[in-house]
């Protein structure tokens, strides 16, 4: 099975930085997509940013401008780069994966890591 292992969440302040990190156990060329979800409290999940094999990158539309996905192909990591939080970014970040290769064909979560932007 895949395992993904996340990183880096924690308390900023608003305007303030933070640095995700979600290391897959198999090599990400076998996985179609990497993401971001976040769910808030009273919230559904919802997609943050996706980044794919080919490097094409997409984001909501809440974030676009202040996030950055990307993924490290030596390291097996996908990253999230949160500029400029906003207390409505508060919320549990989970990585997702798609793995396309027969032996691990699915898709696997992260455990989740809470992100507040407060004051």
């Known amino acids: 099975q895949v395992q993904l292992v996340q990183s880096g969440g924690g308390l900023v302040q608003p305007g303030g930085s933070l640095r995700l990190s979600c290391a897959a156990s198999?090599?990400?060329?076998?996985?179609?997509?990497l993401g971001w979800y976040r769910q808030a409290p009273g919230k559904q999940r919802e997609m943050v940013a996706v980044i794919t094999g080919s490097g094409s990158t997409g984001y909501a539309d809440s974030v676009k401008g202040r996030f950055t996905v990307s993924r490290d192909n030596a390291e097996n990591t996908v990253y999230l780069q949160m500029d400029g939080l906003k207390p409505e970014d508060t919320a549990v970040y989970y990585c997702?994966?798609?793995?396309?290769?027969?032996?691990?064909?699915?898709?696997?979560w992260g455990q989740g890591t809470q992100v507040t932007v407060s004051s």
């Open positions: 198999i090599s990400i060329f076998s996985i179609y997509t």
């Open positions: 997702n994966a798609d793995v396309a290769s027969i032996q691990y064909r699915g898709n696997y």
